[in-house]
């Protein structure tokens, strides 16, 4: 029961492990950043030439499984640091609270994250640097007793937070995030066109944001709360207790300023007003009522839960009839089996992004009417400007994390807007208003591309593309084949036009393709469009 590794050493060419309990300066960070964007862009450009996810190449990367099996462990050493800070900080009751609600950073393999090699024990005693004088120029990462196939800002969240002090997890963090996600894009090359290549800086920190969580539960699993010279105490604050705030208290807070229901019972007043709020200043939401899920069918990873707030603006009473989109990643995908569950959950992620990002966007380059503007209506039947061609969305985010997303829109069927049966065609009125509302949404989306000089694809990465569409063909042929089979069977006389339909392969439409491209829905089909009728006629 031996092993052996011979290196080289280290120390002989002048690098040094820092003292225990002394945080890395700001030049150090960026070294040692500098060093996992190195990891994780070489071990992400081997995927994508291997074709194959490095946790199935080396199957002796620490796996899911292997954090499961030692997950008591893991909370039981946790806890036990935790009943000593909470001993030392009795004043910090409401902090530990927090503390107490953390758990073992377990990502399950529905994160849709992009994954990379991970050393996943970024502390001090693993980080090895070369000095110039006091100048650190260079860094190593050793022991690499743990690496895992884990998002890259695992790796930078253990980083910041369990070797930072105050003033650089404070002043510095943009950027070293920002060196990092250079020395990134350096390391993977011009050449890369998927993954990490199309990862942006905004993407980076909202997901170091998110697990930021993950660094103070790892802190509090491997270093001491306190140090054993007590005359340390008050430094110590400055580089561990300040950071635990920081992250709890205000930068979740802020990175998350309203948080994403877990289930039904957290679609209460208080956090409606906090949605509402931004696009209604001063509304006060009083009560809520929930009236259920009134989305169909069993198996989807959604459920669209109405409710109704009432509550007061500007001194007069009002009533928002509203929906939220409540989406759970970990929830089995039984439907639809020829279709992943991973493109499913970019399809719910794409959603968010298009609400959150792309329609304030395409509203500001609206030319609204008079009527809109006039603003004499009062809140609940004054049209808003976002209902030109969609629900107005109040809020929308994803939460990589918990594995959750939320949007929260305007009550569509309560207006008197519903779908067709399926089953029942258009008629010339329905298409006409449904082809003008892709004309607003074309329009738009071609004005604002105008207005900015960047393609759209490159303003808005998570766009679906022809490489997504070419990574699902082989499903889309199967339900056609499928489908197709069932029209033979029915029609056996129409042997000719079976035999062309034949013919026809997924519509893939490359990039050399000369023609003008906007921003296309994309499903328009029956049960993604809502009509309106005032009595009997279409409005």
Known sequence: MLSVRVMENLKSRGFSIKPKGQPLSREEMMLAAGALAQLHGL??????????????TYDWIVSLSDVRAVADVITNKYQTNLKDFAAAFPDQADL???????????LTSEDPRIKVLCHSECWINNI???????????????????????????DLAFLFVCNTGWDVFHNHRDAILAHYHHILQETLGPKESLGLQSYTLDQLKADFKADCRYGVFQRFLHLPVLPPDTDLKTPYLCK??????????QKMASTAEIAIPQSTEDIAPSWVQQVLQKDLPGVTIT?????????????????IIAFDAVGTRNGT?????????????????????????????????????????????????????????????????????????????????TDPSSMLSVRVMENLKAQGFSIKPKGQPLSREETMLTAGALAQLHGLSHRLELRSGVPLPEKYDWIMTH?????????????????????????????????????????????????????????CWINNIMLKRHRKKLS
């Open 467 to 523: 490489s997504d569409v070419s990574d699902v063909v082989d499903a889309v042929t199967y339900q056609y084949q499928t489908n197709l089979k069932v029209f033979a069977a029915a029609f056996p006389d129409q042997a000719d036009l079976v035999a062309r339909l034949e013919k026809l392969r997924p519509p893939l439409i490359g990039p050399e393709d000369p023609r003008v491209r906007v921003l296309c829905h994309s499903d």
């Open 287 to 303: 009560d809520v009522s929930v009236k259920g899920n009134i989305s169909e069918g069993e198996g989807f990873i959604s459920d």
């Open 43 to 56: 071990s992400h450009r081997l995927e994508l030439r291997s074709g194959k996810p490095l946790d199935e």
């Open 240 to 249: 561990y207790f300040l950071i635990v705030r920081e992250i709890l208290l």
């Open 128 to 154: 090895m640097f070369k000095h110039a004088g006091d100048v650190p120029i260079d860094a190593r990462l050793v022991d690499w007793q743990s690496p895992s196939y884990l998002p890259p800002s695992s």
């Open 317 to 397: 009473s009002q009533r928002y009839s509203l929906v939220a989109k409540l989406t759970n990643f970990a929830r089995p995908w039984s439907v639809m089996k020829q279709w992943s569950k991973d493109f499913q959950i970019r399809a719910e992620t794409t959603e968010v992004k298009f609400y959150s990002k792309a329609v304030p966007e395409l509203l500001s380059v609206a030319v609204q009417s008079a009527e809109q503007k006039s603003g004499d209506e009062d809140d609940e039947n004054r049209p808003h400007a976002e209902s030109l061609f969609l629900p107005k969305c109040y809020f929308a985010a």
């Open 96 to 106: 530990v609270a927090r503390l107490e609600k953390l758990r073992a950073p377990i």
